[in-house]
């Protein structure tokens, strides 16, 4: 139950109050959406107006051979022009994904409140998705039109990918087909070794790449701006002064911080104060980072609780979708 | 006042304090300005910055029917950064008459390019599909289909998503290597995305007869890895939710000065409509980290004296 670390003391009677107050908040919550759903929601606006006595529900029109999700106010005037109508329904599918969506969701943010059941549905649903989703598409996309494709392009158009472009038969192919097959060999004790020579490549491919392209974009391209001139005139005054500023900063930074990873002379004297500036650049550095972190954490929160109070508890309709 | 034995100070309580409080006060301090938003419908105003900027400039200096090819490298676990970005992104090369190639380097981009495409285009029938836009969809290989685009694009992508073969695709006619295309775009969570983009296939092409103009749009967590490639590698960086606020800003105007009577959609504010949540959200940052400090530098004696 304990939330702190190993050796800090807790004290029991403020972790059953703190429990008892968020279950409360839990049952409160859940109370209220009882009588969300018992009120009803308006949907569509003067005559046409319909209560639904629901939310997190989608609904859709029919044009053509696909469905498109529309307004409930679109729904709610369809019906109202013809009780009998059929071309905007309720779409059970997307209505059951809504809900799923909004309990996956609370069930990952349980964890905040301690690690439980729920979360660890959760947490093995969106895995095992995920999973199974690249999986598919890796095959679809990579074993069968690129392999198959290339070594029995009709056969392949014929039964597995449907209007697939297909040319010339590419015995190339082969060679992408060994090297997976061999692969597969690490999983045999008896012919691991087997495995390790697509390793080896696929390594030695990458390593190849890495360091031309880190070389011409991170070393050679980088270093070259080093070479422009501190002095940056500008429109005003002002753009002068603070683009000359940010110039001679960028200078100071890069020479300080090379100071500080510089280990074959002492820190002490020049090359000491110069490597004390750099640890300064370093943790103004790893500030912003953490900074643009904190940023992008909040917005993935905030579009995850935008999600529950719009699409699915219908308490704001910011995007006007009911 | 020492506290009597037995009894804890109020920085010794702040000290031990459950954690769970924490994420409760986060919890308000974000989902309260997602409400008041959500019924009032205002947004703060974005003062956009240099990078942003140079972005949306360098969209806006393109010529009408320019190719440009968006590269949508992130999955939904980071649609709520990136999604408004890349919305921002292709309505803007949409208002301004630009073709546009899709494509995606991760397994889940697909259907996101295939939202985004519907949620710009709306019931637009004059932008066609094959002759304004494509969609390539996804290609397994990370900086392998970099490389071979660099080349050529058939090498990577025989055919787009509807099995047409490129050279069968209008808007594809005269592409040949990336090169060719007068801008690239990334909106990437991580690796394979930006960062690759501009080792693989911009660098190379910095010192030849086309550099190739590139803009990322990218994470919060990513973005700190790209500012040095800005401005000589990259024309523009749209960094995080706030990145994407102020080009959300920028092209909204831009409709606002060309027609004074049009209404924006709020399905093109999603961004601006989140910098609410994140100012408070980071107003309560700053005072648990100045209240942790308090806490902290309070206790040292004490703790020193134990």
């Known amino acids: ?322 | 006042m020492a506290p009597r034995d037995g009894q804890s100070s109020f920085l010794q309580r702040l000290d031990r304090i459950d954690r769970r409080w924490i994420f409760l006060a986060m919890l308000l301090a974000v989902a309260a300005p997602i409400l008041w938003v959500g019924v009032t419908g205002k947004t703060f105003p974005e003062e956009p910055t240099p990078a942003v900027q140079g972005a949306f400039d360098a969209v806006e200096a393109l010529p009408a029917d320019a190719r440009v090819l968006i590269s949508m490298d992130f999955d939904p676990a980071s649609a709520g950064e990136l999604q408004p970005m890349a919305t921002a992104i292709v309505r803007h090369c949409v208002l301004r008459g630009h073709r546009i190639c899709a494509m995606t380097l991760w397994p889940a981009g697909g259907p996101i390019i295939d939202g985004t495409m519907q949620d710009v285009l709306g019931g637009r029938t004059d932008f066609t599909y094959g002759e304004r836009w494509v969609n390539l969809g996804y290609r397994a290989g990370f900086e392998g289909v970099m490389k071979q685009m660099n080349a050529h694009v058939s090498l990577a992508y025989a055919n787009d998503v509807r099995k047409t073969p490129l050279e069968q695709i209008p808007m594809m006619k005269g592409i040949d290597g990336i090169a060719d295309f007068d801008m690239l775009v990334s909106i990437s969570a991580g690796y394979a995305g930006a960062k690759e983009w501009v080792q693989y296939s911009v660098s190379p092409t910095l010192t030849g007869r086309k550099p190739l103009k590139f803009v990322a749009g990218s994470t919060g967590v990513q973005t700190p890895q790209l500012i040095p490639y800005y401005p000589n590698q990259m024309a523009g960086i749209l960094g995080a939710i706030k990145g994407a606020a102020e080009y959300e800003y920028l092209v909204n105007q831009a409709v606002l000065k060309a027609d004074p009577g049009a209404v924006v959609p709020p399905r093109f504010q999603e961004a601006q409509r989140r910098m609410a949540p994140q100012l408070f959200g980071h107003v309560l940052m700053v005072l648990l980290i100045v209240l942790g400090n308090v806490v902290f530098v309070g206790l040292r004696p004490r703790e020193a004296r134990a």
């Open chain 1, 1 to 322: 139950m304990s939330q702190f670390p190993a050796g800090t003391q807790v004290d029991p009677a403020v972790a059953r109050r703190a429990q008892r107050l968020f279950m409360a908040v839990l049952a409160v919550i859940a109370a209220l959406l009882v009588v969300r759903a018992w009120v009803g929601s308006d949907v569509g606006s003067g005559a046409n107006t319909q209560v639904v006595h629901g939310f997190g529900m989608v609904y859709v029109e029919q044009q053509g051979a696909t469905h498109v999700q529309v307004p409930a106010s679109t729904w709610a005037d369809a019906v109202a022009a013809d009780p009998a109508q059929q071309k905007v329904a309720v779409s059970w599918p997307r209505t059951f994904g809504i809900w799923m969506a909004a309990f996956l969701t609370i069930a990952v943010l349980s964890f905040l409140w301690r690690d439980n059941p729920l979360y660890k549905l959760a947490e093995s649903v969106v895995v095992g998705v995920s999973a199974g989703y690249v999986m598919a598409t890796a095959v679809w996309s990579s074993l069968i039109d690129q392999v198959f494709g290339k070594l029995a392009p009709e056969l392949t158009r014929e039964y597995l990918s449907p209007g697939l472009a297909v040319g010339d038969r590419d015995w190339w192919a082969l060679v992408p087909l060994a090297l997976g097959m061999l692969l597969l060999c690490r999983l045999s004790s008896k012919l691991s070794w087997v495995g390790m020579f697509p390793l080896a490549f696929v390594v030695g491919v990458f390593s190849g790449w890495r360091f031309v392209q880190y070389v011409e974009s991170d070393l050679v391209a980088q270093l070259a701006t080093m070479f422009d001139p501190l002095y940056v005139p500008g429109p005003t005054m002002a753009a002068t002064v603070g683009g000359t500023l940010c110039a001679v900063l960028v200078l100071v930074g890069v020479l300080s911080v090379l100071a500080y990873f510089f280990f074959s002379l002492e820190h002490t004297g020049a090359v000491g104060g110069a490597a004390r500036v750099g640890i300064w650049y370093l943790m103004i550095t790893f500030g912003a980072s953490f900074g643009f972190t904190v940023m992008g954490r909040i917005a993935l929160l905030a579009a995850r609780l935008e999600f529950l109070f719009d699409d699915w508890l219908w308490l704001i309709d910011p995007s006007g979708k009911h």
